[in-house]
């Protein structure tokens, strides 16, 4: 394939898997999705400098004023969800131009770009406002910069940087990296520059958005921002979302086949899904085995072991069980997928497309459709609900992601019980005090005590 018929391939495989993901509105609107869409729209460039995630809000809110001169008069998160489809098809065509790098054919690199599309970690998360597709868009960039002849440490490190500010997790891809730079024609003065300029450059960055955004007035306060989820303990508590022992060991494993496709969650067959699921591991572990068994002998061999490691040093004791976190092992993964299929000779193509159709449409019908259905997400429901039987200035006693929903979609103020927890006191006094001032509350129903009444006190 030559080098146009490459980028010409790339490019529509990249504005198809736009376009696909862009007709598939979803309705789940995730917490932190919703959260930085207010941020968005209010300007709130404190909320919007995530300390693990430095750039996303920053590129909703450009992206939202792009939108907004071109003539869109709607609100943040339609603009958000468009803007993570937008990069989950770049995704494709950069994964699908890595996989050629690499010396797969075209039709096994469709495929796996293919089966990358439909995983249901990579489809779900290219409808919805968040932060972890974007951040592939640009490992994978990076990942294709370090896989060149003579590969660029500064633009490598540049890639890797933005990642890295979209996602802090993917500091980890460093000692991969590092690795593919030492062993290429850029040698370890190569890799040194590279590491140099990526800290420099994520560096910077945090020292700016401190400095001139967020102004900390103490080291306390400094600390809570660059904690980001780590600090959202009451009163900026840390807490390390973690799980005991084998515990995590399991639940880390059993999100690796159901990153592929999910069938444990909610009620869904669970048969097909299972298959499915299994079969991408096996696969991509006999990929693994079989780059082992030949020593890795390639410098992206080696690094897509380090890649996959360093990651699990991290989501082995993070959240295991949370599956946004691993599509930072997506790419990684079938890529191996691909070395196990290519290793069976002329089946490879045919088994690799059915794989990919087989999540397609597994993912499709349990996962996507659903999501689709606005009347299927209750807590929506609930907020649309509360908009027209409250008063335009009511507050509404919430908890979880009422927090963010009724903000949003409703229009109220909110009290977070959350913030309240083990004090009940305190938040009676609160609610008194605001019924005192003649305002109106409410109590939602994930935030209702049996003691207290569903209606206006």
Known sequence: MSRSDRRAAAWALGLAGALFYLGCPSYRFNFDGVACAIAVELGDWKHLVHGNHLLYGAMG???LDAWTFAGYHGRALPALDAMDSLFGGAGLAVFF???LDLGFDGALSLAAAAGLSVSAAYWIWSLEAQVYVPAVFFLLLAFRELLSERPRPLLAASWHAL??????GHALFLPAGLWMLSRSSAGKKGAGIYAAAWAALVGACYFAAAAFIVHPDSWRRLAIWLLGSAALGLGGAFHWHT???????????????????????QARPPGWGLLLGAAAISLAISGAWR??????????EGAIFLWLGCYALLYLSWEPATLVYRISDLPALWILIAVGARALGRPAKPLLASLALGLGLFNGLFLIIPFENPAANRAYQEALGIAKRTPADAWIVTSGIGAVYLPYFAGRKTIDRRYYEGRPEALRERVAALLARGETVYWDSTAKDPKEPSRKN
Request: hydrophobic share 60%; charged share 20%; glycine share 4%.
């Open 243 to 265: 799980a005991p022992g084998l515990q995590a060991v399991a639940a880390w494993l059993l999100a690796a086949p159901r990153v592929f496709c999910d069938p444990l969650d």
């Open 163 to 168: 990642a890295t500010l979209g996602h802090a």
């Open 97 to 99: 131009l890595a996989l």
């Open 61 to 63: 809110r450009l992206f």
């Open 291 to 300: 780059l082992a068994r030949d020593r890795a002998t390639k410098p992206w």
